[in-house]
């Protein structure tokens, strides 16, 4: 019932920047919380960050804190991934996806709901 879909990823170069944003079908955006993983080739799905329904609470990956940014605009039905000083590692498809849950959480398996995916690629 709800879709997702990513845009804006790309090829780009080490130390650059990319906004990756996420369009919500639903008209209760403000119900789920919001979340970004990534996988890349021949790996698993991995956490990159998450935040609430109301946008109060945030988390990150270790690999991404402080480079990456997380917000949603729940007027617009939106979420947003802010990636800077990306790093060739950084390379993966990147998934959106909705959670059921209030508080932010880091297991792909608590999220009901996945965009298409965008990609990613860092260049050395």
């Known amino acids: 019932q709800v879709q997702l879909v990513e845009s804006g990823g790309g090829l780009v170069q080490a130390g650059d920047s990319l906004r990756l944003s996420c369009a919500a079908s639903?008209?209760?955006?403000?119900?789920?919380?919001m979340g970004w993983f990534r996988q890349a080739p021949g790996k698993e799905r991995e956490f990159v960050a998450a935040i609430n329904w109301s946008g109060g609470r945030t988390d990150y990956a270790d690999s991404v804190k402080g480079r990456f940014t997380i917000f949603r605009d729940n007027v617009k039905n939106t979420v947003t991934l802010q990636m800077n000083s990306l790093k060739a590692e950084d390379t993966a498809v990147y998934y959106c996806a909705a959670s059921y849950r209030n508080n932010v959480v880091l297991t792909p398996t608590l999220y009901s709901y996945w965009g298409q995916g965008t990609q990613v690629t860092v260049s050395s």
């Open positions: 639903t008209r209760t955006f403000s119900n789920y919380l």
